[in-house]
């Protein structure tokens, strides 16, 4: 996936991963009972071990658990012999053995929230440095995201995968709603309406390419289509305004392709801001609003940046 590492916008500051990520409501009753878990990782059971490589204490469970309690008497504790035994399992778990017939999965949130990590039959691993120690919950079997896109290169995707780095999950968001808050982070939502109307066709057209083609997995395996920063296009919920969504209204329709398939919109501040510019692929923010300036169309800007484009409704 191509980096855009620098930008024309100064970027919004992001919520703290504390406050995005923070506790929820404890569960009123796990799903899986305590009762019959006797510290030793046994066929059909799912253990979290205190320590990194399946070592140290471990905590065996036979269902998933929503909450694991962080005090005793009540907390699901490492049963175990070695380092960790009796300490309570809510972030403190270095590694797993995944023995059960099912999918399992980690959650670092309490009631399967946050970040993630999947486990397969059979597996044995360490948690992700998201997870590690950050450990809040389980689930058996649970329910996967399709990485699959209802777009084609003639329709655009409902929607989108958006990675959002710092709050460390994928949200699946409409694909206009995600372009009407990616315009006013890219574009200067002042400039002149042709300017905003070819910028929002590049930011589309930009996000609809990854749609169709993104195999990008996190760090702990979940598929996305985009990041959330400048190393795809900067997202911001919320953050859409009246003149850049008005150009994305108008916009709409249009469709920009090269050899009949969707063009990857690469554009930068100027030609000579970002490493990787070629011309004919990539497309100028300021040249856009200097040549908005002169008189010329939306239309006619993407056509003098993208080489060999059509524009189509």
Known sequence: M?????????RLAAATLAAALGGTALAAAPAASAAGRNGVCEAGEFCLYFNSGQQGSVSD??????DYGAKQPSCF????????????????????????????RVY????????????????KGNLSAALKNQNASHRFSPATTSCKTDGTNGEPPTSILVYRVSLQRVDRVAFKTYVKNVLPN???????????????????????????????????????DVKDTTANQVYRPGSALAATSAAVDATWATRMTRGGRILEAHYC?????????????????YGSRDHANAGWTHAKILKSYYAGIALSS
């Open 186 to 224: 890219e574009w200067v939502p002042s400039w002149p309406r042709e300017s905003l109307r070819a910028g929002a066709v590049a930011v589309k057209s930009y996000g609809w390419y990854w749609a169709l083609h993104s195999a990008a997995r996190t760090p702990w395996g979940q598929c996305y």
């Open 2 to 10: 191509a980096k855009r590492t620098t930008r024309l916008i100064a």
């Open 108 to 123: 670092f949130n309490s009631d399967y929230g946050g970040t993630y990590q999947d486990f397969k039959t059979g597996a």
């Open 61 to 66: 469970f036979t269902g998933s658990v929503a």
């Open 77 to 104: 504790d490492f049963k175990g012999s070695g380092a960790g035994k009796g300490r309570c399992v809510k972030n403190a778990a270095a590694s797993v053995w995944n023995r059960s017939s099912k999918t399992v």
């Open 269 to 285: 501040s100027t030609s000579t801001a970002c490493g990787g510019w070629v011309t004919g692929d990539w497309l100028s923010q």
